[in-house]
């Protein structure tokens, strides 16, 4: 097995556990935690999945930055809006659907 493959494969595994992680839990911070760790995942098998016979692809590498200054600016809104969230609500996890 290459090392692009396992950079691939531990990105699937990564990715799983953030999407049960995401599915698991109700707290706003676990579930974002849980998504930033999918992302990681995605991330992890562009870059691995980036590679063949020829050498290196630029291109994933680009979309894997982008997408890194993406989560973070994405993960900052995330939680200013949770704590709007918490000091309206008072509550830490959303109301469960009726």
Not at 10 to 16: E, H, I, N, P
Not at 29 to 46: D, P
Not at 53 to 58: I, L, N
């Amino acid at each position: 097995m290459s090392g692009a493959l396992v950079f691939a494969w531990s990105g699937v595994l990564l990715f799983g556990l953030g999407l049960f992680g995401f599915i698991a839990h109700r707290h706003l911070l676990r579930r974002l935690l849980a998504f930033n760790i999918m992302g990681s995942g995605s991330f992890l098998v562009l870059v691995g999945l980036a590679q063949d016979g020829r050498g290196v692809d630029p291109v994933p590498h680009a979309m894997v930055i982008t997408g890194i200054v993406v989560a973070v600016a994405s993960t900052a809104l995330a939680l200013v809006v949770f704590r709007r969230w918490y000091r309206a609500s008072g509550r830490t996890d959303l109301p469960e659907d009726t």
